[in-house]
């Protein structure tokens, strides 16, 4: 069973600081038809939930400024 075909009806947010994380995550997401907005900082992840809502959030733990865990305290 392909994993990605749960995520199909799903909203995904995607925080790293790391060009080819979010790239090779946003390039896996577009191919499979699932929805993936990737931001490089917990900033930005936090300025988009402002704006919609998602039913995952992955983030890395080591990011600059404010940190993964602080992110999702505010999340």
């Not at 979010?22 to 936090?46: H, P, Q, V, W, Y």
Request: with cysteine; aromatic share 10%; proline share 1%.
């Amino acid at each position: 069973m392909d994993p990605f075909r749960k995520l199909l009806k799903l909203k995904t947010l995607l925080v790293d600081d790391d060009d080819l994380i979010r790239d090779a995550f946003s390039l896996a997401f577009m191919n499979k038809g699932c929805f993936l907005k990737a931001t490089e900082s917990a900033e930005e992840g936090l300025r988009a939930l402002e704006e919609e809502s998602f039913d995952i959030i992955i983030s890395d733990l080591k990011l600059r400024g404010i940190d993964g865990l602080e992110f999702f305290r505010h999340a």
